[in-house]
């Protein structure tokens, strides 16, 4: 059997890869603590599983329009006014199985072969795939530690050619927390403006979970608005991982050609799910909120920690719930029956010897780092920096 040469095209994620290779372990009786999944470890509130059982009583259990229920893409337009003073239409909505499909959408509506995605390192393993998926071709700017882990504008109009199509970002950045203020989005924006042909992805998913401000979007700056999709979803605000539930906004002409690929793929998302999006949206956020001012609390404390190993150097996040910090001081380094010479030899031996998962940072696109989450309870926080402490001073 001879299959497609798309796979060949791209790499399984090693978020998921590594998370597989924890499960495995575990199942034969390991003690593995789990910092390397993007999930926060707490349970969808109770208001938002009250609207999903009263739908399921309800019988919405009939399939949905592609691009949502209508009364879901007003919630979104609603919380788009609320939190980010941002005017969009529900024609401009579309609804999909995770901001993972919306992203896939907006690649796949947008990106022919040979065109350039500018992606700005680190960046979600994602992004670098999807691109690979449509024939693309990515261009990094490879942003450091001392900048923030954040592009300027001069980086990114230095890696623009007339082959580009897309610019492609997150803030709050997974994996190493940066965070873009007004005055940087509006610095953008300004050089967007005299390239109306590039299309901005902005990937918002971790917007609530931020530690510094007020989140900013860069669709508030009015002349560049129809240039932009902003991508959101529900998993990491407010707890619904598993409900699959993203969303973009964007011009009208982009929103129908997203509705057009997703007809084709999945059609529309779970009649639950939207139902229970809709009392997520418009509801109350002091849920959102006290989880923010818990992972806050974990970030201090895993901060602490990181910063006491020897040999690493580490940003401190600005939002999201991870830490990304340079191992490369342990390149060269063995405890006798393994050798470090990279970052995905450094996770690997934290799994096998401290039993702690991490990501290898080659797959953000930062081959000297590693991502921890800090999305698990303080216990296990301080078991797991304990152990990759003491695995650590074995390496000579």
Known sequence: MELSSLLNRFSEPETLKMAKLGRELRASGVDVIDLSLGEPDFDTPQHIKDAAIKAINDNWSHYTPVAGFLDLREAVCT???????????????????????????????LVDEGEEVIIPTPYWVTYSELVKIARGKVVEIRTTVEAGFKATPAQIEAAITPKTKVFMFSSPCNPSGAVYSKAELEA?????????????????????????????????FSEIKDQVIVINGLSKGFAMT?????????????????????????????????KAAVAALVGDLKPSIAMTEEFTRRRTATL???NAMPGFKCFAPEGA????????????????????????????????????????????????????????????????????RAALATLK
């Open 188 to 220: 953008l924006a300004n050089l967007f403006k005299k390239y109306p042909q590039i299309t901005i992805l902005s990937d918002e998913i971790y917007e609530y979970i931020n530690f510094i401000g007020k989140h900013e979007s860069i669709a508030q």
């Open 304 to 306: 602490a920690l990181v």
């Open 79 to 109: 919380k788009l006014k609320r939190d980010n003073n941002l005017d969009y239409t529900p024609d401009q909505i579309i609804t999909s199985t995770g901001a993972k499909q919306s992203l896939a959408n907006a690649i796949l509506a």
């Open 242 to 274: 598993g409900w699959r539930l993203g969303y973009t906004a964007s011009n009208i002409t982009l929103a129908k050609a997203m509705e057009k690929l997703q007809g084709q793929f999945t059609s529309g998302t779970s009649s639950i799910t939207q």
């Open 321 to 388: 719930f991870y830490v990304f910090p340079d191992v490369s001081s342990y390149y060269g380094k063995s405890d006798g029956k393994q050798t470090i010479t990279n970052a995905s030899d450094f996770s690997m031996f934290l799994l096998n010897t401290a039993h702690v998962s991490s990501v290898m940072g080659d797959a953000f696109g930062e081959p000297h780092c590693v991502r921890f989450s800090f999305a698990n309870s303080m216990e296990n926080i301080e078991k797991a920096w304990a152990r990759i």
